[in-house]
């Protein structure tokens, strides 16, 4: 990992502290993910869900100084290790928190676009944003609104769009 990546922080305003949880985590997308997420929060906290994949050892091997990283010793699922992470983000006044899947990579502006967007509700509880499933040709997965017993599926009518769901992805 090139650690010069990690000294191109943009000016951040808010204490926005990213949660990536890992379970036996591709090491080359994991490197992918913490070099387009880095620059755009106050810190980042991996939550090793692994007893198969020595993070530590690999995170000596590259500057992982701005990064955290916690091993809980064993699967414990997802949640019980975003609440780690969340833990842990409190512990250190997060303002935000951000919780991303060891697979997914953000665009380098997206953590920008997610504060102004929730800055711009009356009482958000949270806000997430648009993604493209490689699983079905990149197309851009909907978001999910619940009408009644039904499922009503949205997509944003243009990339800087907000509309009101009934829940998020967790990455």
Partial sequence: MNHNVFENKINLSHNIIA???????????????????????????????????????????????AIELLQLGKNLGIAAAQNTGIHWARNRQAEFVLLMDQDSIPALDMVSKLVSAISKQPSPAAVGPRYLDKRHDNSESPFVRIRGLKFERCICETKDSVIPVDFLISS
């Fill in 19 to 65: 949660i990536v949880v890992t379970y036996q985590p591709n090491l080359e997308v994991l490197s992918q993910l913490l070099i387009a997420l880095v620059p755009q929060v106050t810190s980042v906290v991996i939550v090793n869900n692994s007893t198969h994949c020595d993070l530590a050892a690999w995170a000596k091997k590259g500057d992982m100084s």
